[in-house]
């Protein structure tokens, strides 16, 4: 199998998106395309909704069906507390805010991975969740990631996910999409330079 790629750059090289579309040999059937976007996220919640906006405006006019955005898509805060103060439901105004965008579009959003308030009775921690959006802005699909990142490297970085993050309790089955059953996870990705 082999694949297209376009790359679009944005401000200063702080956004990107690939456009790529599995190309068979023997097969002249066109593939369905997709947009997959990398964002360089802070803690201003509106820059990103603007920022990872015009990448689905652009993917969606590319003719993409469906968008991929990175875990932490929403916000990367510099702290626990305003990391938790910053969060919020599955129905508040960042998952609004992309369903209308899904709606507008007529696309399909993965959004990899958001930080979506915790339960009542345990307002000190997150879950990191995977949200999949219909072409009509339906949550179709919602993977709370099981396996939390923690790292512990003395006098240099630690990094525990543990300390403000509930776990998963289970893997979702493959959603059926536009593009093909999609497996669900949270990983970060990075796109190599151009």
């Given at each position: 199998?082999?694949?297209?790629?376009?790359?679009?750059?944005?401000?200063?090289?702080?956004?990107k998106?690939?456009?790529t579309?599995?190309i068979h040999?023997?097969?002249?059937?066109?593939?369905?395309?997709i947009?997959?976007?990398?964002?360089?996220?802070?803690?201003?919640?509106?820059a990103?909704?603007?920022m990872?906006?015009?990448?689905?405006?652009?993917?969606?006019?590319?003719?993409?069906?469906?968008?991929?955005?990175?875990?932490?898509f929403?916000y990367?805060?510099?702290s626990?507390?305003?990391?938790?103060?910053l969060?919020?439901?599955?129905?508040?105004?960042?998952?609004?805010?992309?369903?209308?965008?899904?709606?507008?579009?007529?696309?399909?959003?993965?959004?990899?991975?958001?930080?979506?308030?915790g339960?009542?009775?345990d307002?000190g921690?997150l879950?990191n969740t995977?949200i999949?959006?219909n072409n009509?802005?339906d949550?179709?699909?919602?993977?709370?990631?099981?396996?939390?990142?923690?790292?512990?490297?003395?006098?240099?970085?630690?990094?525990?996910?543990?300390?403000?993050a509930?776990?998963?309790?289970?893997?979702?089955?493959?959603?059926?999409?536009?593009?093909?059953?999609?497996?669900?996870a949270?990983?970060?990705?990075?796109?190599?330079?151009?």
């Open positions: 199998m082999f694949y297209t790629f376009a790359f679009l750059s944005f401000g200063q090289n702080l956004s998106i690939l456009i579309r599995p040999r023997m097969i002249s059937q066109v593939k369905p395309l947009g997959v976007c990398q964002l360089t996220c802070k803690d201003d919640k509106d990103n909704l603007v990872s906006s015009s990448l689905i405006e652009r993917a969606a006019n590319k003719g993409a069906q469906m968008v991929f955005l990175p875990e932490c929403d990367v805060a510099e626990k507390h305003k990391t938790l103060e969060s919020e439901t599955l129905d508040g105004a960042t998952v609004q805010h992309y369903s209308e965008l899904a709606r507008k579009h007529g696309i399909w959003l993965s959004l990899g991975g958001m930080h979506e308030k339960p009542r009775d307002p921690r879950h995977h999949v959006l009509s802005g949550i179709v699909a919602c993977y709370r990631k099981t396996h939390l990142f923690d790292v512990d490297i003395a006098g240099k970085l630690k990094l525990q996910e543990t300390d403000y509930i776990p998963g309790r289970s893997v979702s089955a493959p959603v059926s999409t536009p593009i093909g059953k999609l497996g669900m949270v990983v970060s990705f990075k796109l190599a330079h151009e």
